[in-house]
């Protein structure tokens, strides 16, 4: 079995976008930019947003914290959304999730520039995944994606089980690995009898937030392991959706928790930001 060091993979895209960054400024005057926006006080996401524009700094990214008051209104969001789409700094828009209850989170969502969308969150960017088409795509699942493709493994007509079927992991996730022609199976809260479809996997992808639900006695011997699980256990432990002892015993590959896919996701939204940059500046090569 071997451990997948998303911390070093991460770190790997991180500095190979940190050469791409300074070559669009030396020949084309452009300088990404991400704009974050936090609505009130929530303490994870104010963690997430702080290392979201440090990961930025370090790139060579444009980075700009916009704070709005936990009790802002709707319209308020979505006028900052619209400045945020018509200013020329910002390529991509990012506002963190999630939202306090008296906002429309999917309204929100919607009032972001297909174009700037950096999470790929955007109802058009997600239409654009199931078609096929180039689109922004959600961060954790395209970190998961080349994860995959560095374990080397042949994802081409594959069992993958997906457990989980969120907007944000579940649902494109699947998508990608259908796109890449594996066989895909969603399971969720009523599934029945999820051990059984797992043990046949190949790929499993467990993203349901439950922690250690996924035994380790139902992996496939060789199959490839990844979880996106982060759960904090009473004793303080960090531990993921997949009992890693024992799935590390039968996986060929695994992920960790932490140091898997938790590093991926911001490397992919630097790269997400990048890439809107160019589309947005017209610079293809
Ligand atoms: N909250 C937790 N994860 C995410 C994410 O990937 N994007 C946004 N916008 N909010 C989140």
């Known amino acids: 079995m071997v451990t997948i060091n998303g911390k070093e993979i991460a770190a790997a895209v991180r500095s ?30 104010k963690v997430y947003v702080r290392n979201k524009a440090k990961a930025c700094a370090e790139v060579g990214i444009r980075s700009f914290q916009h704070l709005l008051h936990e009790k802002a209104a709707q319209e308020d969001i979505l006028g900052l959304v619209r400045e945020l789409n018509e200013s020329k700094d910002v390529h991509g828009i990012l506002v963190q999730m999630p939202l306090p ?93 999820i051990a059984k479809r797992i043990s046949g996997a190949d790929i499993v992808i467990a993203a349901l937030g439950r922690p250690e639900f996924i035994k380790g006695d139902w992996i496939k011997k060789g199959a490839v392991v990844i979880d996106v699980g982060i759960n904090r256990l009473n004793d303080g432990r960090l531990v993921g959706d997949v009992e890693f002892g024992g799935a590390s015993k039968r996986a060929s590959f695994i992920t960790p928790v932490p140091g898997g896919v938790g590093p991926m996701t911001i490397a992919m939204l630097l790269q997400n930001t990048v890439t809107a940059a160019r589309l947005q500046a017209g610079i293809t090569v």
Do not use: W, Y
């Not at 960017?125 to 088409?133: F, K, S, V, Y």
């Open 101 to 193: 209850p008296q906002i429309d989170s999917a309204a929100v969502l919607e009032a972001i520039s297909p174009d700037k969308d950096a999470d790929g969150f955007h109802p058009c960017n997600m239409g654009r995944l199931m078609a096929g088409m180039p689109s922004l795509q959600p961060c954790t699942p395209l970190g998961i994606m080349r994860l995959i493709e560095h374990t080397g493994t042949d994802i081409s007509g594959k069992d993958a089980v997906v457990v989980g079927r969120s907007n944000i992991v579940g649902k494109p996730i699947a998508l990608m690995l259908l796109a890449r022609s594996a066989t895909v199976t969603i399971c969720h809260s009523k599934t029945a009898d």
């Open 16 to 45: 190979v976008l940190k050469e791409e960054v300074a070559a669009l400024k030396a020949a084309h005057g452009l300088t990404p930019g991400l704009a974050v926006v936090l609505v009130g006080e929530n303490p994870a996401s």
